[in-house]
């Protein structure tokens, strides 16, 4: 599988020259699967770009999946330009969110007076597959998709794509210091990224910034190193990166997850995923 991230930052968009490297747009990931399907997690800013890209290679037909809704994980759904699009076909994965079904959340996201085109005028057909069940297995494409709650507030999922063998987790807006109502222990989210080829993780605070940022819903980056490192995957992304944090910053907070890694005598090749990074697995 192809992964691509459109968006690697949290919170809010940012732009300007400190966040040039690692990219100022919010969460989008895009997967092609070796069917050569097209499956998009979660509609943060990134997703702006992706449509355009999308429409561009005439692709008609799209499946989505969501993490959870808070606004830096949809705010760009509304500008997804294949939405508006005839012939644009749009399988949503209804994976179950504690705040209730995804059409009726995205629905009020673009209801009035929040944005000016209700969801139920746009062109693309838009439909939901419940098949996306808390527990267990579902096939998307030539994926196997499972899922694991996250420890955030107001919930949400973490998932694991596999095929052929190869295996991506994807772990943003997870806080492995602090228990949120529903969430997995420690102990589960080790079992669930064992032996991944990738692992990226939500890691946007250090450990000073936790002080003050503890229940917040995220990470610091040791403690998802350390999950890496526990769960023996072969390669550690940082994720969510914080809005205020530099480009130079994060290379500081990659270089301190190399010497950690050195310093145990081996273990994941760590890197901070940026915007627009191409990874094959
Ligand atoms: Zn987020
Ligand atoms: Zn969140």
């Known amino acids: 599988m192809l992964v691509r991230f459109w968006g690697v930052r949290g919170s809010i968009p940012v732009s300007g020259a400190d966040y040039a490297r690692y990219g100022g747009d919010t969460a989008c990931v ?15 800013s990134g997703i702006r770009r992706l449509g355009s890209r999308l429409i ?41 969110m504690a705040q209730g079904d995804m059409h009726t959340l995205l629905s009020t996201m673009m209801a009035p007076p929040f944005f000016p085109i209700p969801l139920g005028d746009v062109k693309a057909r838009v439909t939901h597959s419940q098949a996306c069940a808390m527990e267990g297995e579902i096939t998307i494409s030539s994926m196997e998709v499972r899922s694991i709650p996250l ?21 943003t807006d997870n806080e492995l210091g602090h228990h949120h109502r529903g969430g997995a222990t ?39 190193l350390r999950l890496a490192q526990d769960a023996g995957v072969a390669s550690f992304g940082l994720y969510h990166h914080n809005q205020d944090r530099s480009d130079h910053a994060l290379d500081d907070m990659v270089e301190h997850c190399r010497q ?14 940026y915007q627009d990074q191409e990874i094959t697995l």
């Open 30 to 44: 895009e997967l092609r699967t070796a069917n050569d399907d097209v499956v998009v997690v979660d509609a943060g």
């Open 151 to 171: 420890s955030h507030p107001n919930l949400g999922l973490g998932y694991k794509f596999t095929e052929k063998d190869k295996t991506f987790v994807f772990l």
């Open 56 to 96: 561009e290679e005439g692709r008609k037909d799209l499946i989505m999946l969501f993490t959870h809704v808070h606004l830096d994980h949809i705010l760009g759904f509304p500008f997804f330009r294949p939405l508006y699009q005839e012939g644009t076909h749009l399988l949503i994965f209804d994976c179950p």
């Open 260 to 273: 950690i890694v050195a310093a145990d005598g081996g273990g994941p090749e760590c890197f901070a995923v």
């Open 186 to 224: 420690y102990k589960e989210y080790v079992e669930f990224c064992r032996d991944a080829d990738l692992l990226v993780h939500d890691s946007e605070f250090t450990k000073d910034e936790y002080r003050q940022t503890k229940s917040w819903g995220h990470s610091t980056y040791t403690e998802a």
